[in-house]
């Protein structure tokens, strides 16, 4: 975790999502952040597990400038109640079925406040009928450039073009979805 850290401020990187926090990862990084040498602003998801959550957010407690929990990582039936405890969600959505579903599980659940808005990750591909979804839900849209040619090259093959939105980033921009950029 050290050498990872140190790498990406030599690079010039000041902040990062980290998707997979454990509660050994909460406790190493709220050990750096008390300590000042936590390089680079770190927003920490956590999988919907209480040891992993309750760990992050004693170590946020103790520098939030550095280190901040992000939200949990829930399945689409855990949306509603989750929400309903002030956390913020983000949904893993391999696919325009999963992208569907997570719009689905959100359009369930009462308006959200701006600081409680949902992220799709992963939402490469989007069927067209679904376009203007996020925007309507106050869903943040999270893409992988670096996945952006396997997802075409993917789609091209089972000839799902014309059904689909294919990465089309500029796009959701033109409709005012608001987009992340992941890796």
Do not use: C
């Amino acid at each position: 975790l050290d050498a990872v850290l140190e790498r990406l401020a030599a690079a010039g990187i000041t902040g990062v999502h980290d998707w997979t926090s454990s509660e050994l990862v909460a406790r190493a990084l709220g050990e750096r952040a008390a300590s000042g040498t936590l390089p680079v602003r770190v927003r920490a998801w956590t999988p919907a597990r209480d040891d992993a959550l309750a760990g992050l957010l004693r170590a946020e407690r103790s520098r939030p400038d550095l280190l901040r929990h992000g939200g949990v990582f829930v399945s689409l039936d855990g949306a509603p109640a989750t929400q309903q405890k002030g956390i913020r969600l983000a949904f893993d959505a391999y696919g325009s079925l999963a992208v569907k579903a997570a719009l689905d599980a959100v359009e369930g659940t009462s308006p959200l406040p701006w600081a409680m808005r949902v992220r799709i990750e992963h939402a490469d591909v989007v069927e067209q009928t679904d376009a203007g979804r996020p925007k309507a839900l106050n869903v943040v849209l999270s893409v992988q450039p670096s996945r952006a040619a396997a997802v075409a090259r993917g789609a091209l093959d089972r000839a799902l073009v014309p059904a689909l939105e294919l990465w089309t980033l500029a796009s959701h921009v033109r409709r005012g979805v608001v987009v992340a950029l992941g890796s």
